[in-house]
């Protein structure tokens, strides 16, 4: 049933083949693919094998073929080749570890960088971008393409010198969750897809039981994980001290928050959790709540030997990892559909695989360890292609769909995981009022589930994410606006005229307005920019204007740019020292208004130089109000000098 090939250089030949007469056999294979790690395989060869000395660690590549349907069950490499080996009987073997082109992804490293509000999908892209930057030259048959990504979320990630894949494991899995996936594409280019668990795999219609194609099974708890009390972070609100956002100032000042009954049964067991992209407490005491309520749940496997009774046409359904299947016990009181997340295969026994089901703690992105000597690579700089990246996107979700069920009714048209809308737990729904898409982990309340993504007949469009090149709009109304950040570009955010001019500009470098700001408080004070003038005041009418247009005329016609003030009454309170700095001035003479009164401490009413160039002044004493009567004074490189 399956066939194995190794590839040396370009050049494929036969490790193992269904004759039993054949030289190229293998003694034992087996291999397992897991949602939750990169897939391995184990292969025990014979020196009588003629391939036996063309195995070779880290080069040949490795693909095991189920004959019976052609799909490609294993796509790898060798990764290590311990010593010979030779048991009791005088045997001798080579065992062969092989792990998945995913694998591939430990083979680089990222450099430091942080990228700031960056979606998932504009990260994956340039992390792969950089793999490839690497592996383009000398191992070319190790670039990986991104194909279909279904989890979303912008927050900041910092890679650190750690392999690619720990980075795609650190900064999106461990936060995000999530399936990484890798297959071929048309033109046998490997393609890395990032699938939601819910995205990914089907329901099967087959049902695993009992004396029917369950062999043995057993179950197991994990409690280690669990969190009965938990401080919810959101984005950083402070760069120096990295403090962040809290939930205090709208949880009665509490930064943490309970689950009351896990408490009543585990006792407290506190946790953190970090939402970078979130800005508001009370979205980020919701996020909580709905990260508390997993995260206070025991997690239960289950490790099953099950028969695949399709290997001998006897069920439609074969057992692939990431497909869900009805499991029964009634000995363990088991009846739900469960994911299965790891399959080993025997090749010599494929009608008796072992799985593995339910839920693990550890086993996220599990990898191969490996050890390497790095070579350091400056992080080569991303430009934002958000429309081209979401196309690409969208393009690769239609076009590795390879299951469904269209189901035509006379009023409806349904696209389905399932056969039937009571065991779907993904549905596309088309009728006269408008299509959507619903989607539940409970078998059959997809169909009449919520609908978060649907365009109805009454002009409504409802989606989580949009993205289009240009949009026309009457009016946008919601509550945070972010214009830029995405893979680290500048934002720019216009504002034009009827004739197409552009009025206002607000860019990295700050605002540019055409025309008047206003600020106003509600007791009705307002201050105004325009034209080149501030000007204050209240309902009432203006009380202040500084023109920054003015020119100002000297006694010697001589016409000057400046700056006048126009108020009722100027003070400057709390002014200990007021002067002019520069000495070099105009000078001449210019009229001084007569009457106006002056009271202060220490007023400087005269300056002047005296005959051996020191400094002279005269002072006016607090007590004293003196009204300036001098028609006229001159200023002489910048200093004052009048006459009394």
Not at 495 to 513: E, H, K, P, T, W
Not at 524 to 531: A, C, E, L, P, S
Request: charged residues 20%; glycine residues 8%.
């Amino acid at each position: 049933m399956y066939r194995i090939e190794i590839e040396n250089n370009g050049i494929t030949e036969i490790l193992h083949e269904m004759n039993p007469k054949s030289p190229r056999r293998v003694a034992d294979c087996e291999f397992t693919d897991d949602t939750e790690a990169v897939d391995s395989a184990t292969i025990i060869v014979n020196p009588q094998n003629p391939a036996y000395e063309h195995l070779h660690e880290l080069k040949t590549l490795v693909r095991i073929i189920n004959t019976k349907t052609g799909e490609t069950a294993f796509d790898g490499r060798v990764l290590h080749i311990p010593e010979e080996s030779m048991d009791s009987s005088g045997i001798i073997t080579k065992t062969v570890l092989c792990e998945s082109v995913a694998g591939y992804l430990c083979d680089t490293v990222q450099l430091y960088h942080n990228y700031q509000d960056t979606e998932v999908t504009g990260f994956l892209a340039s992390l792969l971008d950089y793999h490839n930057s690497i592996m383009q030259d000398s191992s070319p048959e190790r670039c990986i393409l991104l194909g279909a990504v279904t989890v979303h979320g912008t927050n900041s990630k910092t890679t650190a010198q750690r392999s690619t894949m720990d980075e795609i494991k650190e900064n999106l899995i461990s936060r995000l969750g999530g399936i990484l996936h890798t297959r071929r594409n048309e033109n046998n280019q490997i393609v890395l897809d990032y699938y939601q668990e819910e995205d990914f795999g089907t329901v099967c219609n087959t049902k695993v039981e009992i004396a029917v194609n369950m062999k043995s099974i057993s179950a197991g708890t994990d409690a280690t994980g669990i969190i009965t009390r938990l401080y919810p972070f959101g984005c950083q609100v402070n760069d120096e001290t990295a403090e962040r956002l809290t939930i205090a100032e709208v949880n009665s000042g509490c930064p943490y928050i309970d689950d009351e009954d896990a408490i009543a049964r585990y006792g407290v067991k506190c946790g953190t959790v970090i939402f970078d992209d979130i800005t508001l407490p009370e979205n980020l005491l919701a996020k909580g709540r709905e990260y508390l309520a997993q995260a206070c749940q025991i997690k239960k496997s289950y490790q099953a030997v099950v028969l695949d009774l399709s290997t001998i046409g006897k069920a439609a359904d074969s057992f692939q990892a990431g497909n869900t299947y009805r499991f029964v016990n009634r000995l363990l009181h088991l009846d739900e559909y469960l994911r299965v997340i790891r399959r080993t295969v025997n090749i010599f026994r494929p009608y008796q695989p072992t799985i593995e089901i339910g839920d693990k703690m550890e086993r996220v992105t599990d990898i191969v360890t490996q050890t390497r000597n790095y070579i350091a690579y400056e992080v080569p700089k991303q430009r934002s292609e958000i429309l081209q990246q979401a196309k690409n996107n969208a393009s690769a979700l239609i076009t590795s769909a390879t299951h469904g069920y269209v189901i035509v009714e006379p009023e409806q048209i349904l696209i389905m995981n399932t056969s039937d809308k009571t065991t779907a737990t993904k549905v596309w729904r088309i009728n006269i009022n408008g299509f959507g898409y619903s989607h539940s982990d409970i078998p059959g309340q997809a169909y009449d589930g919520e609908y978060g993504l649907a365009i109805t007949m009454d002009g409504a469009i409802v989606a989580d994410y949009i993205t289009t090149g240009t949009m026309y709009a009457d009016r946008i109304k919601g509550g945070t606006l972010t214009i830029g950040g995405y893979n680290n570009d500048n934002g720019v955010m216009q504002v034009r005229n009827s004739s197409g001019d552009v009025v206002c500009l607000f860019d990295q470098n700050g605002a540019d307005i055409i025309g008047k700001i206003t600020s106003r408080d509600s007791s009705g004070y307002w201050v105004t920019i325009d034209n080149g003038q501030i000007q204050g005041g209240d309902s009432s009418g203006t009380y202040m204007t500084i023109d920054a247009r003015a020119t100002i005329t000297d006694t010697s016609g001589t016409v000057h740019k400046g700056t006048r003030i126009y108020s009722d009454a100027v003070s400057l309170d709390n002014c200990n020292h007021f002067g002019i700095s520069g000495w070099e001035g105009c000078s001449g003479t210019m009229p001084v208004v007569t009457g106006v009164s002056l009271m202060a401490t220490d007023v400087v009413l005269d300056a002047w130089i005296d005959e051996n160039g020191d400094l002279q002044k005269y002072t006016l004493p607090l007590s004293d109000l003196v009204s300036v009567v001098e028609q006229s004074c001159y200023f002489h490189h910048g200093i004052m000098c009048t006459s009394w």
